[in-house]
């Protein structure tokens, strides 16, 4: 649930910065990329520090190397994070950070039906629906991001 807060919580604030005149919070991806970017850092963070063995047992039995394949996913998760934050590679990381979250949904699922985590939002209809959220933010990320502006190229008279 924490992840959630962060992300609708950093996003709001720095959208009603934007709102209130602040041009560098401009256009509206601006805050979200914050957004996303707090959450990655949280959750890429919880892969090393606090939760590690938790996410440890997460992982499905059919995967090998459970320890290995969460500090890989919690490498990814803090590169997207600082990733969405360059403009420059923001569209690319938020990509990158939509696939990662796809790919690791099924871990969500495990985890929900074995009964590896017990709080009530780690249930499968609100950890799907929070799933939804996340891949929404980075899948508006990568697609609504600006490009960088390229030069108009002229061709040369012969």
């Known amino acids: 649930m924490e992840p959630l807060i962060a992300l609708v919580v950093v996003t709001l604030v720095l959208a009603s910065a934007a709102?209130?005149?602040?041009?560098?919070?401009r256009p509206w991806t601006v805050p979200l990329r914050?957004?996303?970017?707090?959450?990655?850092?949280?959750?890429?963070?919880?892969?090393?520090?606090?939760?590690?063995?938790?996410?440890?047992a997460m992982v499905p039995p059919v995967l090998?190397?459970?320890?290995?394949l969460v500090t890989v996913t919690g490498v990814l998760e803090l590169a997207g994070a600082i990733g969405v934050l360059l403009p420059a590679t923001?569209?690319?990381a938020a990509g990158c950070l939509t696939v990662l979250l796809i790919v690791m949904f099924?871990?969500?699922v495990y985890a929900?039906?074995?009964?590896?985590?017990?709080?009530?939002?780690?249930?499968?209809?609100?950890?799907?629906?929070?799933q939804v959220v996340f891949v929404a933010a980075t899948s508006a990320i990568a697609w609504c991001t600006p490009g960088r502006a390229r030069r108009e190229i002229t061709p040369v008279e012969v």
Do not use: S
């Open 106 to 108: 099924p871990a969500n």
């Open 90 to 92: 923001a569209r690319l």
């Open 19 to 25: 709102a209130a005149g602040v041009r560098r919070l």
């Open 34 to 56: 914050a957004g996303v970017a707090v959450m990655f850092l949280l959750t890429g963070g919880a892969h090393f520090i606090g939760l590690r063995e938790q996410m440890i």
């Open 64 to 68: 090998p190397a459970p320890g290995l």
């Open 112 to 130: 929900a039906v074995a009964g590896v985590l017990t709080a009530p939002e780690d249930a499968l209809l609100p950890r799907t629906l929070m």
